[in-house]
Protein backbone atom coordinates (compact mmCIF):
# COMPACT_ATOMS: atom_id res chain seq x y z
CA UNK A 1 0.00 0.00 0.00
CA UNK A 2 1.61 2.96 -0.79
CA UNK A 3 1.64 5.60 1.88
CA UNK A 4 2.14 9.71 1.71
CA UNK A 5 3.27 10.36 5.04
CA UNK A 6 4.97 14.04 5.64
CA UNK A 7 8.88 13.51 7.21
CA UNK A 8 7.46 15.38 9.98
CA UNK A 9 4.60 13.08 10.38
CA UNK A 10 7.25 10.32 10.32
CA UNK A 11 9.24 11.76 12.97
CA UNK A 12 6.49 10.93 15.54
CA UNK A 13 7.72 7.15 15.99
CA UNK A 14 4.28 6.39 16.38
CA UNK A 15 3.22 7.15 13.37
CA UNK A 16 6.47 5.94 11.70
CA UNK A 17 5.99 2.07 12.79
CA UNK A 18 1.99 2.53 11.42
CA UNK A 19 3.45 3.27 8.63
CA UNK A 20 5.37 0.81 7.84
CA UNK A 21 2.62 -2.18 8.62
CA UNK A 22 0.23 0.35 6.32
CA UNK A 23 3.11 -0.02 3.24
CA UNK A 24 2.85 -4.23 4.37
CA UNK A 25 -0.66 -4.34 2.79
CA UNK A 26 -1.40 -5.26 -0.89
CA UNK A 27 -5.42 -5.23 -0.88
CA UNK A 28 -5.57 -8.75 -1.29
CA UNK A 29 -8.73 -8.87 1.03
CA UNK A 30 -7.69 -12.65 2.88
CA UNK A 31 -8.10 -11.20 5.77
CA UNK A 32 -12.49 -10.66 5.06
CA UNK A 33 -12.85 -14.23 5.01
CA UNK A 34 -12.06 -14.63 8.75
CA UNK A 35 -13.27 -11.42 10.15
CA UNK A 36 -15.94 -12.20 12.78
CA UNK A 37 -17.44 -8.90 12.06
CA UNK A 38 -16.97 -8.79 8.43
CA UNK A 39 -18.60 -12.46 8.26
CA UNK A 40 -21.19 -11.23 10.83
CA UNK A 41 -22.36 -7.64 8.89
CA UNK A 42 -21.15 -8.31 5.77
CA UNK A 43 -19.74 -4.49 5.41
CA UNK A 44 -16.32 -3.61 4.12
CA UNK A 45 -15.25 -1.21 6.52
CA UNK A 46 -15.67 -3.93 9.14
CA UNK A 47 -13.26 -5.91 7.57
CA UNK A 48 -9.43 -5.51 8.35
CA UNK A 49 -8.60 -4.06 5.27
CA UNK A 50 -11.56 -1.50 5.50
CA UNK A 51 -10.71 -0.64 8.79
CA UNK A 52 -6.96 -0.18 7.41
CA UNK A 53 -7.74 2.34 4.56
CA UNK A 54 -10.07 4.16 7.50
CA UNK A 55 -6.99 4.31 9.44
CA UNK A 56 -4.60 4.93 6.67
CA UNK A 57 -6.73 7.78 5.70
CA UNK A 58 -7.12 9.20 9.48
CA UNK A 59 -3.04 9.38 10.38
CA UNK A 60 -2.32 10.58 6.88
CA UNK A 61 -4.43 13.44 7.20
CA UNK A 62 -3.34 13.85 10.66
CA UNK A 63 -7.36 14.75 11.74
CA UNK A 64 -9.00 13.92 14.74
CA UNK A 65 -10.85 10.82 14.65
CA UNK A 66 -14.72 11.24 13.36
CA UNK A 67 -17.54 8.83 14.31
CA UNK A 68 -17.42 6.73 10.73
CA UNK A 69 -14.15 5.34 11.76
CA UNK A 70 -15.04 5.30 15.74
CA UNK A 71 -17.54 3.26 14.85
CA UNK A 72 -16.13 0.46 12.70
CA UNK A 73 -12.76 0.44 15.02
CA UNK A 74 -15.63 -0.44 18.17
CA UNK A 75 -16.49 -3.14 16.13
CA UNK A 76 -13.04 -4.46 15.53
CA UNK A 77 -12.66 -7.56 18.62
CA UNK A 78 -8.80 -7.48 18.00
CA UNK A 79 -9.25 -11.42 17.45
CA UNK A 80 -6.29 -11.32 15.22
CA UNK A 81 -8.00 -13.61 12.74
CA UNK A 82 -6.72 -11.25 10.15
CA UNK A 83 -3.09 -11.90 10.73
CA UNK A 84 -2.98 -15.33 11.15
CA UNK A 85 -4.85 -15.04 7.42
CA UNK A 86 -2.26 -12.09 6.01
CA UNK A 87 0.13 -13.43 3.38
CA UNK A 88 1.94 -10.31 3.59
CA UNK A 89 2.79 -10.27 7.48
CA UNK A 90 0.59 -6.97 8.09
CA UNK A 91 0.55 -6.31 12.17
CA UNK A 92 -2.86 -5.14 12.31
CA UNK A 93 -2.69 -5.34 16.28
CA UNK A 94 0.13 -2.54 16.61
CA UNK A 95 -1.87 -0.71 13.56
CA UNK A 96 -5.47 -0.88 15.06
CA UNK A 97 -3.92 -0.27 18.80
CA UNK A 98 -2.38 3.49 17.78
CA UNK A 99 -5.65 3.81 16.37
CA UNK A 100 -7.28 3.23 19.43
CA UNK A 101 -4.76 5.54 21.40
CA UNK A 102 -5.35 8.26 18.58
CA UNK A 103 -9.14 8.06 19.30
CA UNK A 104 -8.83 8.18 22.66
CA UNK A 105 -6.77 11.26 22.25
CA UNK A 106 -8.56 13.33 19.48
CA UNK A 107 -12.58 12.45 19.58
CA UNK A 108 -15.23 13.56 22.34
CA UNK A 109 -17.12 10.20 22.44
CA UNK A 110 -21.13 10.85 23.95
CA UNK A 111 -21.81 11.22 27.47
CA UNK A 112 -22.58 7.46 28.68
CA UNK A 113 -20.41 5.70 26.50
CA UNK A 114 -17.70 7.82 28.04
CA UNK A 115 -18.91 7.19 31.76
CA UNK A 116 -19.32 3.51 30.51
CA UNK A 117 -15.76 3.23 29.26
CA UNK A 118 -14.24 4.98 32.48
CA UNK A 119 -15.82 2.68 34.86
CA UNK A 120 -15.31 -0.19 32.96
CA UNK A 121 -11.11 1.32 33.14
CA UNK A 122 -11.66 1.97 36.99
CA UNK A 123 -13.07 -1.14 38.25
CA UNK A 124 -11.79 -3.91 36.04
CA UNK A 125 -8.28 -3.84 36.50
CA UNK A 126 -8.66 -4.16 40.63
CA UNK A 127 -9.99 -7.33 41.70
CA UNK A 128 -11.26 -5.27 45.32
CA UNK A 129 -13.43 -2.58 43.40
CA UNK A 130 -14.51 -5.67 40.51
CA UNK A 131 -15.76 -7.73 43.69
CA UNK A 132 -17.48 -5.31 45.13
CA UNK A 133 -19.24 -4.43 41.72
CA UNK A 134 -20.43 -7.56 41.45
CA UNK A 135 -21.72 -8.02 44.87
CA UNK A 136 -24.00 -4.92 43.80
CA UNK A 137 -24.68 -6.30 40.21
CA UNK A 138 -27.88 -8.08 42.14
CA UNK A 139 -29.50 -4.70 42.40
CA UNK A 140 -29.27 -3.93 38.99
CA UNK A 141 -30.71 -7.19 37.73
CA UNK A 142 -34.51 -6.16 37.89
CA UNK A 143 -33.35 -3.32 35.60
CA UNK A 144 -32.20 -5.49 32.92
CA UNK A 145 -34.95 -5.55 30.56
CA UNK A 146 -35.10 -1.33 30.77
CA UNK A 147 -31.67 -1.14 30.04
CA UNK A 148 -32.04 -3.23 26.88
CA UNK A 149 -34.75 -0.59 25.43
CA UNK A 150 -32.18 1.80 25.77
CA UNK A 151 -28.94 1.92 23.12
CA UNK A 152 -27.59 3.82 25.65
CA UNK A 153 -27.59 1.55 28.38
CA UNK A 154 -26.99 -1.92 26.99
CA UNK A 155 -23.68 -2.42 28.00
CA UNK A 156 -25.09 -1.51 31.33
CA UNK A 157 -27.36 -4.24 30.93
CA UNK A 158 -24.77 -7.00 28.84
CA UNK A 159 -22.69 -6.20 32.18
CA UNK A 160 -25.56 -7.40 34.35
CA UNK A 161 -26.25 -10.42 32.39
CA UNK A 162 -22.60 -11.64 32.97
CA UNK A 163 -22.10 -11.20 36.48
CA UNK A 164 -22.16 -13.98 38.27
CA UNK A 165 -25.00 -15.24 40.69
CA UNK A 166 -22.58 -16.11 43.20
CA UNK A 167 -18.46 -15.00 43.77
CA UNK A 168 -15.81 -16.90 44.68
CA UNK A 169 -14.00 -16.26 48.10
CA UNK A 170 -10.74 -14.45 47.05
CA UNK A 171 -7.96 -17.01 46.94
CA UNK A 172 -5.12 -16.98 49.62
CA UNK A 173 -3.15 -18.27 47.01
CA UNK A 174 -3.35 -14.72 45.24
CA UNK A 175 -1.13 -13.43 47.75
CA UNK A 176 2.11 -13.28 47.21
CA UNK A 177 4.37 -15.90 48.17
CA UNK A 178 6.41 -18.91 46.76
CA UNK A 179 5.44 -22.38 46.57
CA UNK A 180 7.62 -25.42 46.44
CA UNK A 181 7.79 -28.12 44.00
CA UNK A 182 6.98 -31.15 45.47
CA UNK A 183 9.27 -34.10 45.36
CA UNK A 184 13.27 -34.67 44.86
CA UNK A 185 12.88 -34.03 41.31
CA UNK A 186 12.80 -30.34 40.87
CA UNK A 187 11.83 -29.17 37.57
CA UNK A 188 12.04 -25.71 37.50
CA UNK A 189 11.22 -22.22 38.88
CA UNK A 190 8.34 -20.13 37.83
CA UNK A 191 6.45 -16.72 38.05
CA UNK A 192 2.66 -17.36 37.49
CA UNK A 193 0.20 -13.99 36.76
CA UNK A 194 -2.87 -13.23 39.33
CA UNK A 195 -4.49 -10.80 37.20
CA UNK A 196 -7.63 -9.10 38.23
CA UNK A 197 -10.88 -10.57 36.63
CA UNK A 198 -9.52 -13.87 36.79
CA UNK A 199 -8.33 -13.99 40.37
CA UNK A 200 -12.15 -12.73 41.23
CA UNK A 201 -14.46 -15.01 38.61
CA UNK A 202 -12.32 -18.03 39.10
CA UNK A 203 -9.94 -18.15 42.01
CA UNK A 204 -9.14 -21.68 41.40
CA UNK A 205 -7.79 -21.46 37.96
CA UNK A 206 -4.63 -20.50 39.20
CA UNK A 207 -4.82 -22.83 42.69
CA UNK A 208 -5.70 -25.58 40.31
CA UNK A 209 -2.44 -24.50 38.36
CA UNK A 210 -0.03 -24.29 41.49
CA UNK A 211 -1.10 -27.46 42.59
CA UNK A 212 -0.39 -29.55 38.90
CA UNK A 213 3.02 -27.84 38.61
CA UNK A 214 4.32 -28.14 42.02
CA UNK A 215 3.09 -31.54 41.97
CA UNK A 216 5.20 -32.10 39.28
CA UNK A 217 8.00 -30.49 40.89
CA UNK A 218 7.75 -26.62 39.62
CA UNK A 219 8.35 -23.93 42.26
CA UNK A 220 5.41 -21.16 42.21
CA UNK A 221 6.29 -17.86 42.63
CA UNK A 222 3.92 -15.10 43.25
CA UNK A 223 5.26 -11.65 43.15
CA UNK A 224 5.07 -8.75 45.20
CA UNK A 225 3.48 -6.08 43.15
CA UNK A 226 2.09 -7.62 40.09
CA UNK A 227 -1.43 -7.16 38.90
CA UNK A 228 -3.64 -6.02 36.05
CA UNK A 229 -1.71 -7.12 32.62
CA UNK A 230 -3.16 -3.93 31.25
CA UNK A 231 -4.79 -5.61 27.82
CA UNK A 232 -8.21 -4.03 29.59
CA UNK A 233 -7.42 -0.61 28.82
CA UNK A 234 -4.78 -1.37 26.60
CA UNK A 235 -7.89 -2.01 23.87
CA UNK A 236 -9.80 0.95 25.09
CA UNK A 237 -6.71 3.33 23.91
CA UNK A 238 -5.92 3.98 27.31
CA UNK A 239 -1.81 3.89 26.70
CA UNK A 240 -1.07 5.66 30.05
CA UNK A 241 -2.51 3.46 31.81
CA UNK A 242 -1.88 0.21 29.99
CA UNK A 243 1.66 1.18 29.79
CA UNK A 244 1.87 1.87 33.87
CA UNK A 245 0.77 -1.40 34.42
CA UNK A 246 2.87 -3.06 32.37
CA UNK A 247 6.01 -0.84 34.20
CA UNK A 248 4.29 -2.37 37.33
CA UNK A 249 4.42 -6.23 36.44
CA UNK A 250 7.98 -5.84 34.64
CA UNK A 251 9.14 -4.51 38.03
CA UNK A 252 7.77 -7.30 39.86
CA UNK A 253 8.96 -9.78 37.74
CA UNK A 254 12.55 -8.49 37.59
CA UNK A 255 12.63 -8.38 40.94
CA UNK A 256 11.97 -12.29 41.11
CA UNK A 257 14.50 -12.47 38.23
CA UNK A 258 17.06 -11.44 40.32
CA UNK A 259 16.09 -13.02 43.49
CA UNK A 260 16.23 -16.52 42.72
CA UNK A 261 15.93 -16.46 38.57
CA UNK A 262 12.77 -18.10 36.48
CA UNK A 263 12.57 -20.15 33.95
CA UNK A 264 8.77 -19.06 32.89
CA UNK A 265 6.28 -16.28 33.82
CA UNK A 266 3.30 -18.36 33.72
CA UNK A 267 -0.29 -17.19 32.84
CA UNK A 268 -3.38 -18.83 33.02
CA UNK A 269 -5.48 -16.22 30.61
CA UNK A 270 -4.52 -15.99 27.47
CA UNK A 271 -5.75 -12.67 26.84
CA UNK A 272 -3.13 -11.77 29.04
CA UNK A 273 -0.48 -13.68 27.67
CA UNK A 274 -0.57 -11.86 24.41
CA UNK A 275 -0.34 -8.61 25.86
CA UNK A 276 2.60 -9.61 28.26
CA UNK A 277 4.42 -10.65 25.13
CA UNK A 278 4.23 -7.85 23.63
CA UNK A 279 5.85 -5.62 26.49
CA UNK A 280 8.50 -5.56 24.57
CA UNK A 281 6.87 -4.03 21.70
CA UNK A 282 4.80 -1.24 24.20
CA UNK A 283 8.17 -0.73 26.10
CA UNK A 284 10.31 -0.24 23.19
CA UNK A 285 10.68 3.27 23.56
CA UNK A 286 11.00 3.83 27.70
CA UNK A 287 14.86 3.26 28.00
CA UNK A 288 14.04 2.67 31.35
CA UNK A 289 12.12 -0.10 30.67
CA UNK A 290 12.91 -1.69 26.82
CA UNK A 291 15.51 -4.20 28.06
CA UNK A 292 13.50 -5.06 31.41
CA UNK A 293 9.93 -5.38 29.26
CA UNK A 294 12.12 -7.48 26.26
CA UNK A 295 13.16 -10.25 28.72
CA UNK A 296 9.91 -10.24 30.64
CA UNK A 297 8.07 -10.83 27.41
CA UNK A 298 10.28 -13.89 26.20
CA UNK A 299 9.78 -15.31 29.31
CA UNK A 300 6.15 -14.87 29.14
CA UNK A 301 4.13 -18.63 28.45
CA UNK A 302 0.81 -19.85 28.54
CA UNK A 303 0.44 -22.66 30.98
CA UNK A 304 -0.34 -25.25 28.01
CA UNK A 305 2.70 -23.95 26.40
CA UNK A 306 4.65 -24.14 29.81
CA UNK A 307 3.72 -27.84 30.08
CA UNK A 308 4.33 -28.78 26.95
CA UNK A 309 7.86 -28.16 26.86
CA UNK A 310 7.97 -30.54 30.41
CA UNK A 311 8.16 -34.01 30.09
CA UNK A 312 5.29 -35.32 31.99
CA UNK A 313 4.80 -38.30 33.54
CA UNK A 314 1.93 -40.75 32.56
CA UNK A 315 -1.80 -39.43 33.77
CA UNK A 316 -2.78 -40.89 37.22
CA UNK A 317 -6.02 -41.89 35.19
CA UNK A 318 -7.23 -41.45 31.92
CA UNK A 319 -11.27 -40.09 31.78
CA UNK A 320 -12.03 -40.78 28.46
CA UNK A 321 -14.51 -37.91 28.32
CA UNK A 322 -15.03 -36.14 25.14
CA UNK A 323 -13.66 -32.27 25.56
CA UNK A 324 -14.83 -29.88 22.82
CA UNK A 325 -11.69 -27.76 22.56
CA UNK A 326 -12.21 -23.85 22.07
CA UNK A 327 -8.97 -22.27 20.99
CA UNK A 328 -9.58 -18.37 22.39
CA UNK A 329 -8.40 -15.86 19.49
CA UNK A 330 -5.67 -14.63 21.89
CA UNK A 331 -4.48 -17.95 21.97
CA UNK A 332 -4.39 -19.15 18.73
CA UNK A 333 -4.11 -15.81 16.27
CA UNK A 334 -2.09 -13.67 19.01
CA UNK A 335 -0.23 -16.16 21.01
CA UNK A 336 0.01 -18.97 17.63
CA UNK A 337 -0.73 -21.74 20.09
CA UNK A 338 -2.36 -24.14 18.44
CA UNK A 339 -1.26 -27.87 19.08
CA UNK A 340 -0.03 -28.23 23.02
CA UNK A 341 -3.53 -27.66 24.07
CA UNK A 342 -5.21 -30.38 22.37
CA UNK A 343 -2.26 -32.80 22.96
CA UNK A 344 -1.45 -32.53 26.01
CA UNK A 345 -5.79 -33.16 26.57
CA UNK A 346 -4.95 -36.00 23.85
CA UNK A 347 -2.25 -37.27 26.17
CA UNK A 348 -4.15 -37.00 29.27
CA UNK A 349 -7.02 -39.13 28.06
CA UNK A 350 -9.65 -37.03 26.47
CA UNK A 351 -10.93 -37.64 23.10
CA UNK A 352 -10.77 -33.94 22.06
CA UNK A 353 -12.93 -32.53 19.11
CA UNK A 354 -12.51 -29.23 17.14
CA UNK A 355 -15.40 -27.39 16.78
CA UNK A 356 -16.19 -26.16 12.74
CA UNK A 357 -15.14 -22.76 12.12
CA UNK A 358 -13.15 -22.54 14.94
CA UNK A 359 -11.26 -19.84 13.94
CA UNK A 360 -13.89 -17.30 14.64
CA UNK A 361 -14.05 -15.84 17.84
CA UNK A 362 -17.29 -16.12 20.37
CA UNK A 363 -18.02 -12.72 20.78
CA UNK A 364 -15.84 -11.72 24.33
CA UNK A 365 -12.97 -10.21 23.34
CA UNK A 366 -12.21 -8.06 26.84
CA UNK A 367 -14.47 -5.73 27.19
CA UNK A 368 -16.41 -6.12 23.79
CA UNK A 369 -19.54 -8.31 24.83
CA UNK A 370 -20.27 -5.48 27.49
CA UNK A 371 -19.41 -2.82 24.82
CA UNK A 372 -20.38 -4.15 21.76
CA UNK A 373 -23.72 -6.20 23.09
CA UNK A 374 -25.79 -7.07 20.07
CA UNK A 375 -22.52 -8.16 17.74
CA UNK A 376 -21.31 -10.41 20.49
CA UNK A 377 -24.26 -12.43 21.59
CA UNK A 378 -24.58 -12.95 17.53
CA UNK A 379 -21.05 -14.42 17.69
CA UNK A 380 -21.80 -15.88 21.12
CA UNK A 381 -24.48 -18.17 20.02
CA UNK A 382 -22.73 -19.16 16.45
CA UNK A 383 -19.84 -20.24 18.74
CA UNK A 384 -21.88 -22.51 21.31
CA UNK A 385 -24.13 -23.95 18.48
CA UNK A 386 -20.69 -25.28 16.73
CA UNK A 387 -19.42 -26.71 19.95
CA UNK A 388 -22.54 -28.30 21.12
CA UNK A 389 -22.68 -30.21 17.32
CA UNK A 390 -19.10 -31.78 18.22
CA UNK A 391 -21.27 -34.11 20.92
CA UNK A 392 -18.95 -33.11 23.54
CA UNK A 393 -19.16 -33.32 27.16
CA UNK A 394 -17.01 -30.71 28.00
CA UNK A 395 -15.71 -27.37 26.49
CA UNK A 396 -12.00 -26.48 27.10
CA UNK A 397 -10.58 -23.43 26.93
CA UNK A 398 -7.45 -21.40 28.23
CA UNK A 399 -9.48 -17.41 28.12
CA UNK A 400 -11.58 -16.69 31.49
CA UNK A 401 -13.28 -14.00 28.99
CA UNK A 402 -14.33 -17.24 26.52
CA UNK A 403 -15.51 -19.24 29.48
CA UNK A 404 -17.94 -16.34 30.84
CA UNK A 405 -18.91 -15.76 27.02
CA UNK A 406 -19.37 -19.29 26.42
CA UNK A 407 -20.77 -20.19 29.70
CA UNK A 408 -23.73 -17.75 29.44
CA UNK A 409 -25.43 -20.18 26.85
CA UNK A 410 -24.12 -23.08 26.39
CA UNK A 411 -25.53 -26.34 28.08
CA UNK A 412 -22.55 -27.98 28.61
CA UNK A 413 -20.16 -26.79 31.46
CA UNK A 414 -17.15 -24.63 30.57
CA UNK A 415 -13.71 -25.29 32.28
CA UNK A 416 -10.10 -24.01 31.78
CA UNK A 417 -8.06 -26.59 30.43
CA UNK A 418 -5.71 -26.90 33.32
CA UNK A 419 -8.76 -27.95 35.49
CA UNK A 420 -9.02 -31.23 33.00
CA UNK A 421 -5.12 -31.34 33.22
CA UNK A 422 -5.30 -31.37 36.47
CA UNK A 423 -8.06 -33.98 37.00
CA UNK A 424 -5.92 -36.31 35.06
CA UNK A 425 -2.60 -35.96 37.18
CA UNK A 426 -4.15 -36.74 40.32
CA UNK A 427 -6.22 -33.70 41.61
CA UNK A 428 -10.18 -33.67 41.81
CA UNK A 429 -12.88 -33.53 39.34
CA UNK A 430 -13.54 -30.11 38.03
CA UNK A 431 -17.26 -29.45 38.68
CA UNK A 432 -20.17 -30.75 36.54
CA UNK A 433 -18.05 -32.99 34.83
CA UNK A 434 -19.04 -36.93 34.01
CA UNK A 435 -16.19 -39.39 34.08
CA UNK A 436 -16.42 -41.38 30.93
CA UNK A 437 -13.44 -43.57 31.76
Known amino acids: MQTNFSAAQLADPHVAESEKILRKCVHCGFCTATCPTYVTLGNELDSPRGRIYLIKDMLENGRPADKEIVTHIDRCLSCLACMTTCPSGVNYMHLVDHA ?41 RPLIGLFEKLPALRPVAAMLKLAPASIPSASPMAKPGTHAGQGTNKRGRVAILTGCAQS ?27 GCCGALVHHMGREDQALASARRNVDAWTRAIEKGGLDAIVITASGCGT ?57 QHGQKITRQPKELLAKAGFVVREPREAHLCCGSAGTYNILQPDISARLR ?41 DWAYGGPKPEGVADSG
Do not use: W
Not at 384 to 409: D, P, R
Open 100 to 140: RAHIQATYKRPLLDRLTRAMLAFVLPYPSRFRAALKLAGLG
Open 200 to 226: VLDPAINETTISLLTRLGVEVVVPEGE
Open 275 to 331: TIKDYGFMLRLDPAYAEKAARVSALAKDVTEYLGGLDLPEPVRRPGTVVAYHSACSM
Open 381 to 421: DRKVKNIEATGAAIVATGNIGCITQIASAAKLPVVHTVKLL
